[in-house]
């Protein structure tokens, strides 16, 4: 095909009704790499935690219950797979449904773990996640309301307004509310003393892919070049 998309020749696209997935060398790079991490992680098991007793020398050691790994192990594929999802589709309204349920499930991997610390801070991260909702919609519905469309592949050819610039930097604001990213990251450290490393993994993995996915977007969107 002879369509370029930020210096990428698009291999191709799959338009499934209303959702269309296109095909470029980085995306389909990020889709494969996500995928074959989330099967990494369906097929592995959970470490063992060794917490050092203060003022002496015994160990704690902090085990996931089978049930517990089994909620868990399912949401960390959920998030893998709404991360593969976002990295191909070629459809601004599809993106942010992937972005709010990767954030959904963030909050799931840790929710079932029994620690104070950590379900306070999933609670402070589930509430920066639902205000980051306004913002996120509202960014991608400011941005169809100035060209007429959602679609990735349409908006490259239209020029950019100020209306599509204040709705990228309210996009950005959304999705780095929703991911948990700089400066929202406070809110989201304490998630991370939990036991259960594969599935805390996925978190990060999917915060970092959307991240970059929300860049080659706002390029898409702006034409800074």
Do not use: W
């Amino acid at each position: 095909m002879d369509i370029i998309i930020l210096g990428q020749q698009l291999l191709g696209y799959i338009p499934l009704g209303d959702i269309v997935l296109y095909l470029a060398p980085l995306n389909l790079f990020m889709f494969a790499g996500s995928l074959a991490f989330t099967t990494l992680i369906a097929i592995s098991r959970t470490e063992t935690q060794v917490e050092a007793g203060f003022g002496t020398l015994k160990d704690r050691e902090v085990k996931v219950g089978k049930k517990e790994f089994k909620i868990r192990r399912f949401l960390a594929i959920i998030c893998g797979l709404a991360t593969a999802g976002a990295m191909i589709t070629g459809d601004l309204f599809n993106f942010t449904l992937f972005v709010c349920l990767i954030g959904i499930v963030n909050i799931g991997i840790v929710a079932a773990v029994k620690q104070v610390d950590v379900l306070d801070a999933a609670f402070q991260y589930g509430l920066v996640a639902m205000i980051a909702v306004l913002p996120l919609f509202g960014g991608a519905a400011m941005i169809l309301a100035s060209t007429g469309t959602i679609s990735l592949l349409e908006i490259l050819n239209i020029p950019t307004t100020a209306m599509m610039i204040f709705g990228s930097l309210l996009l950005l604001l959304g999705v780095a509310g929703e991911t948990g990213v700089a400066p929202f990251y406070a809110t989201k450290a304490e998630m991370f003393r939990t036991p259960g490393s594969p599935f805390l993994l996925i978190i990060h993995l999917s915060s970092l892919l959307v991240i970059v996915r929300l860049i080659e977007i706002l390029l898409i969107i702006n034409k800074p070049f």
